[in-house]
T-cell receptor, first 114, second 112 residues
């Protein structure tokens, strides 16, 4: 069965610092992996997705993630945090292939301080 | 496009009452999903529909929960009777085949 584990429920960074949010996956088939972001009182929005093409995936708002099969990881990074990046971030794996039948991780809340 | 529309935004009810949550997916989307979000369990997929037909309801917690999709533009999630442990944010999402999910703003349910 497919699953994802997000390491760290809370991450705090300074504005301008590197953002690193960790995600490890478990999948019996080549995985489709996703990062979604949730701003307060809103639904989730897709940041980026990996679907077995390039291992380094670029998303919106300057975020990117690298698929590493040897480490079963799909960590999300951004070189320089902005105050507007404060939100909750969810890693997800496709339950049975495709882009929409997703199993989400527990989420990581990112705080950005001046 | 108005996006996925959920109603109500907030629902407060007493234990034992019936609760109905509503969702209008984006026009043209043939998949509809119901998720529940709690602090303890995170985001859980409850059920999803394809072309109005329930495909996978293995995430529905128990028989008190039921979901319907009578047509392509409307779905309901019903809890009867409700219990305090059902308190959560319930999200509806829709998509086309092999395209990303679009989420609604959610319904915050509090069962007292």
């Amino acid at each position: 069965a497919q699953s994802v584990t997000q390491l760290g429920s809370h991450v705090s960074v300074s504005e301008g610092a590197l953002v690193l949010l960790r995600c490890n996956y478990s999948s019996s088939v080549p995985p489709y992996l996703f990062w979604y972001v949730q701003y307060p009182n809103q639904g989730l929005q897709l940041l980026l997705k990996y679907t077995s093409a390039a291992t380094l995936v670029k998303g919106i708002n300057g975020f990117e993630a690298e698929f590493k099969k040897s480490e079963t990881s799909f960590h999300l990074t951004k070189p320089s945090a902005h105050m507007s990046d404060a939100a909750e971030y969810f890693c997800a794996v496709s339950k049975s292939g495709g882009y929409n039948k997703l199993i989400f991780g527990a989420g990581t809340r990112l705080a950005v301080h001046p | 496009d108005a996006g996925v529309i959920q109603s109500p935004r907030h629902e407060v009810t007493e234990m034992g009452q019936e609760v109905t949550l509503r969702c209008k997916p984006i026009s043209g989307h043939d998949y509809l999903f119901w998720y529940r979000q709690t602090m303890m369990r995170g985001l859980e997929l409850l059920i999803y529909f394809n072309n109005n037909v329930p495909i996978d309801d293995s995430g529905m917690p128990e028989d008190r929960f039921s979901a319907k999709m009578p047509n392509a533009s409307f779905s309901t999630l019903k809890i009867q009777p409700s219990e305090p442990r059902d308190s959560a944010v319930y999200f509806c999402a829709s998509s086309r085949q092999d395209e990303k999910l679009f989420f609604g703003s959610g319904t915050q349910l509090s069962v007292l």
